[in-house]
C-alpha cells in the first residue's frame, strides 16, 4: 500500500495527493406511428420551429444559426415535463431523457437504478431488452449514463422507425420499470449474498458491486474520486453516485424504490430531441407516457443541487492509500485542486475559463503541463485541468509515479508556475 494525498487552497480548492458507471444497459413493440415529416430545407425549419400540440404550452423559441438548429423548448401541461425539440437538417436522430438524481450517500443508488431500469418495463417484459436492442435494432447510439447529480438514458437512429421504437422502450423503462416491483432486480444489478461453496464463506455479488470493485482498484480512478471530495465536503458532489463497494451493501430495496419515486417523475426530468423528424410526432409520442403523471410542483425543489462554499482560508492537505502489489513501484499521485465558483458564472466567464484552460493544459507545448512534464518530477500528467459539466466548475492538476519525498516541490512548481503566469 502507498500513500495518497489532495491539497485544497484558500477560497478555491487544490485537490488530492494519492501516491500510488455502467454505463449503459434495454426492447422494443411497434410504435404508434412510423411515417414522419423528413426536414429537407430552411422553410421546413422555420415550420417545425411553429409547431404547437394542445398537450403543451410553448415557452421559448430560439435559432442557433451556428448549427442550423430551431429549437422550441415546450412543458407538458398535466406532468409539467419540459421537453426541448431542436429541427436540424440531420437524418441521425437522436432522443434522450434526464432526471436530477443527487445521492445523500455512497451507495450508488442512482447507478443500480440506471443499471435496473433497463431490465424490463410494463410493455416490454424481457429481462434484458437492451442487449436485444443492441443486437436486432438499427440504433447509432444506445447507452445510459449516471453523473454524480443526474442520470441520463440516450438513444440515436437514422431509421424513423426504429428511432421511435427505441423510444418507446426508453420511455416505458424510466417511467414503469419492472425493478420497483421485483426485488430480484435490485439483488441482481445491485448486490446479494452467493454461497460459492458450502463450506466457505458468504461473498457480496452484484453487476453494479463488481464493477464499482473494479473502479476502486484504478489509483487513477480513486484519486479523481478523492480529489472531488476533497473540493465539495458539504454538498452531493462529495459522495459517490457510482457507489462505493464498501458502502453498496447497505442499500435496502426499500430506499431503492424511494429514490425512483422521487426522482424519477416527468416533473424532474428534461427531455430532448434533435433530427430531422416530425416534431408533431415527437410530442405526440411522449404525451402518451406523460399524460398518465400529475404535475409534482416541488419535484425540482427536492432534486435542487446546493452550492459548496468556498470554506477553504488556506491550503487543505488530504492523503489516502491505494492498492498496490509487491512488485509495483512505491510512488504516489497527486492533484492540486481548486473549486472555481460558488456562485453562477456569466457566459463570459465561461468562455474564458474555456480559454484559459487551453492555454494552460490543452496541448504538449501548453505552458503549465509543459512544465509539469518537464519537471522530471513524476510519470505521466494526472488531474485533467478544468471541469465545467457539474455546478462548479473545478481545476485539477498533478503528476503520478511521483516519489514521496517530491510531492512538496510538485505542489510548489504548480502554484508557481500559475502565479508566474499570472503576472
Avoid at 411497434?30 to 420551429?49: I, P, Q, Y
Avoid at 450508488?108 to 440506471?114: A, C, D, K, S
Avoid at 429481462?127 to 444506445?142: A, E, N
Wanted: hydrophobic fraction near 35%.
Amino acid at each position: 500500500t502507498a500513500k495518497a494525498s489532495t491539497i485544497v487552497r484558500g477560497g478555491w480548492a487544490p485537490r488530492t495527493f494519492l501516491p500510488s458507471t455502467k454505463v449503459g444497459t434495454l426492447l422494443r413493440q411497434s410504435t404508434t406511428a412510423a411515417a414522419a415529416t423528413v426536414v429537407t430545407s430552411k422553410e421546413d425549419l422555420l415550420k417545425a420551429l411553429e409547431v404547437t400540440h394542445p398537450a403543451y404550452d410553448v415557452v421559448e423559441k430560439d435559432v442557433v444559426d451556428e448549427y442550423g438548429a430551431y429549437c422550441t423548448l415546450y412543458r407538458h401541461k398535466k406532468s409539467g415535463a419540459e421537453l426541448l425539440s431542436v429541427a436540424v437538417d440531420d437524418d441521425n436522430k437522436v432522443f434522450g431523457i434526464t432526471f436530477r438524481t443527487p445521492p445523500e450517500d455512497s451507495t450508488g443508488v442512482p447507478h443500480i437504478l440506471e443499471h435496473s431500469v433497463l431490465c424490463g418495463s410494463r410493455k416490454y417484459k424481457t429481462k434484458d431488452p437492451f442487449v436485444q436492442l443492441l443486437q436486432g435494432s438499427l440504433q447509432t447510439f444506445l447507452n445510459a449514463f449516471t453523473y454524480p447529480d443526474r442520470t441520463c438514458y440516450v438513444v440515436a437512429s437514422q431509421n424513423t422507425k426504429d428511432f421511435y421504437n427505441l423510444i418507446n422502450v426508453y420511455a416505458d423503462a424510466v417511467y414503469h420499470p419492472r425493478a420497483i416491483d421485483d426485488p430480484n432486480v435490485h439483488a441482481q444489478e445491485g448486490w446479494h449474498l452467493e454461497l460459492e461453496d458450502k463450506a466457505g464463506p458468504l461473498t457480496y455479488k452484484g453487476v453494479v458491486y463488481n464493477e464499482m470493485k473494479g473502479v476502486y482498484s484504478s489509483p487513477d480512478s480513486r484519486l479523481m474520486r478523492a480529489s472531488q471530495r476533497s473540493i465539495f465536503p458539504d454538498n452531493t458532489y462529495g459522495v459517490d453516485s457510482g457507489g462505493d463497494p464498501r458502502v453498496i451493501p447497505e442499500l435496502s430495496y426499500e430506499q431503492f424504490r424511494e429514490f425512483h419515486r422521487k426522482f424519477y417523475s416527468p416533473s424532474n426530468s428534461r427531455i430532448y430531441f434533435s433530427g430531422d423528424d416530425d416534431v408533431y410526432q415527437r410530442l405526440e409520442l411522449m404525451d402518451e407516457y406523460l399524460q398518465e403523471f400529475d404535475m409534482l410542483p416541488d419535484a425540482k425543489e427536492k432534486s435542487q443541487i446546493q452550492w459548496q462554499s468556498k470554506t477553504y482560508m488556506e491550503p487543505k492537505k488530504e492523503f489516502e492509500t491505494y492498492p498496490a502489489g509487491a512488485d509495483q513501484p512505491e510512488t504516489h499521485l497527486l492533484t492540486v485542486n481548486w473549486l472555481l465558483n460558488d456562485k453562477p458564472m456569466t457566459s463570459f466567464e465561461e468562455l474564458t475559463l474555456g480559454v484559459l484552460d487551453h492555454l494552460l493544459m490543452g496541448t504538449t507545448s501548453s505552458k503549465l503541463r509543459k512544465t509539469l512534464m518537464e519537471s522530471g518530477l513524476g510519470e505521466a500528467i494526472t488531474g485533467g485541468g478544468l471541469s465545467d459539466e457539474l455546478l462548479q466548475a473545478t481545476f485539477s492538476v498533478g503528476l503520478k509515479g511521483v516519489q514521496g519525498e517530491k510531492t512538496g516541490e510538485v505542489e510548489k512548481l504548480i502554484v508557481d508556475t500559475l502565479t508566474g503566469i499570472a503576472k
